[in-house]
């Protein structure tokens, strides 16, 4: 069962919204969205957006009491075509909310490549509707430089190649078709046992190259403040390193006050800050949350607010 994470930080997040609209961009099953719908009053309404087709279904399932106040979206929040059509015109969008990764429906759903132990399967797309490479055909057809990039590069393995190179012998004899067999192949790498499964790194890493996710979250990011009206809610939950650091660096650099070169006396560039950070530390789950959902134990949300420009140029 996927329990949505920190509802608790995201409701404070998220206080205080009394109209226009919020874009949750990753709805899932609709844990979040259930939760914004519930605590904001009936001059809300929230799009739900999400890559995979079956979890839209089962989230419309899940919210079909809010009635219109719900518009669920099957599509990349990133591009701006996905959403910007269902924003009636004139109206504000007060919060965006990215909860990134993997559900627990998606891992726990046998045919979708995502679980280790999955013998059907080495899909891995969040949508089965787009005809992207699958973690097979990345598995099957990359060069071993090629492999070892995309582990080392997505995963942060540090032993990228030797498991590039055991999972090239392996494919010589036979194609890789499902998870299980390729996480026998990479545990068969190491010669010392992990707390943490040795291929869930590599299993990382082919889920973001098949996904493209770190673009999409930059230009997710860039989507959502572009979009948000003045004081607009801006919120993330991250789950690894690579996601963190993009959302990180894009909040400090839309919060900067000046980008000149260090070392001129008088600031020349004239920027305007366009977001106003909240968390200067990310925020993560209570200890009692994660003994609950130890799935939340490596999650961060950072939260920032629109900021419109002296210049008029956004809602």
């Not at 899909?123 to 598995?139: K, V, W």
């Not at 919060?255 to 305007?272: D, E, F, W």
Request: charged share 25%; glycine share 6%; hydrophobic share 35%.
């Amino acid at each position: 069962m996927h329990r949505p994470v920190m509802l608790d930080q995201v409701r404070t997040c998220f206080d205080g919204i009394a109209d226009g609209i919020i874009i949750d961009g990753t709805l899932g099953q609709g844990g979040h969205a259930k939760l914004l719908l519930s605590v904001t009053p009936d001059t809300v309404t929230l799009i739900g957006i999400d890559r995979d087709e079956s979890a839209v279904r089962t989230a419309s399932d899940n919210l079909k009491s809010y009635g219109s106040r719900f518009i669920p979206v099957h599509g990349n929040y990133s591009i701006r075509d996905t959403w910007k059509h269902h924003v009636p015109s004139g109206v504000p969008v007060r919060g965006f909310l990215l909860d990134l990764g993997l559900s627990s429906t998606q891992l726990e759903t046998p045919g979708r490549g995502f679980s280790f132990k999955d013998p059907q399967s080495l899909d891995m797309r969040f949508d089965r509707t787009e005809s992207c490479l699958t973690a097979a055909d990345l598995i099957n057809t990359l060069t071993e430089t090629e492999l070892a990039d995309v582990i080392f590069r997505y995963g942060e393995e540090k032993a990228s190649r030797r498991i590039a190179r055991a999972i090239v012998r392996r494919r010589t004899q036979k194609a890789f078709s499902n998870a299980a067999d390729l996480r026998q192949v990479i545990h068969g790498v190491f010669r010392t046992k992990s707390p943490v499964d040795t291929a869930t790194r590599t299993f990382q890493a082919l889920r973001i190259a098949v996904n493209n996710e770190l673009e999409y979250v930059e230009k997710g990011l860039e989507a959502a403040t572009e979009i948000l009206s003045n004081n607009g809610v801006l919120a993330v939950i991250s789950y690894h390193s690579l996601e963190d650091r993009i959302v990180k660096t894009w909040f400090q650099k839309k919060s900067a006050h000046c980008v000149c070169p260090p070392g001129l006396p008088v600031c020349q560039c004239n920027t305007c800050p366009e977001l106003h950070v909240l968390t200067r530390k990310p925020v993560t789950p209570l200890p009692t949350e994660v003994l609950k959902n130890p799935r939340a134990r490596s999650a961060k949300m950072r939260c920032a607010v629109r900021v419109v420009s002296p210049k008029g140029d956004y809602q």
